[in-house]
């Protein structure tokens, strides 16, 4: 069954830090084992945040990365992504190479 389809939940979050059973931890767990329709939870820290008076006051990428991670090991079916770190990279630099000039076609 390799082509079989995944449930897959994105559970983004400023995480900063991630919170307890209270907060993240509880809502991360009810999607991992309570309410168990998804094969993986996806933990997305945000890489910018979308408001501007939050970026900076953050702790770094990194920081919460391995926060979400210490955080979120023993709940099943959970993996920490650094999805929005790599999306937003792409993005700057497809910015940048259009504002220079550069075929588009030719950024994968």
Do not use: W
């Not at 709940?75 to 075929?103: L, M, N, Y």
């Amino acid at each position: 069954m390799a082509n079989a389809r995944r449930a897959v939940c994105l559970f983004g979050t400023s995480a900063d830090p991630p919170t307890s059973i209270c907060g993240h931890k509880g809502i991360v767990s009810y999607l991992s084992k309570v309410l168990n329709e998804f094969d993986e939870v996806r933990v997305l820290p945000v890489y910018r945040h979308m408001f501007a008076t939050k970026r900076g006051k953050q702790a770094s990428f990194t920081d919460r990365m391995e926060m979400c991670r210490l955080a979120f090991q023993d709940v099943p079916k959970v993996t920490v992504s650094d999805a929005e770190q790599k999306c937003f990279e792409k993005a700057v630099a497809a910015a940048r190479a259009e504002e220079e000039g550069v075929d588009m076609a030719s950024i994968r």
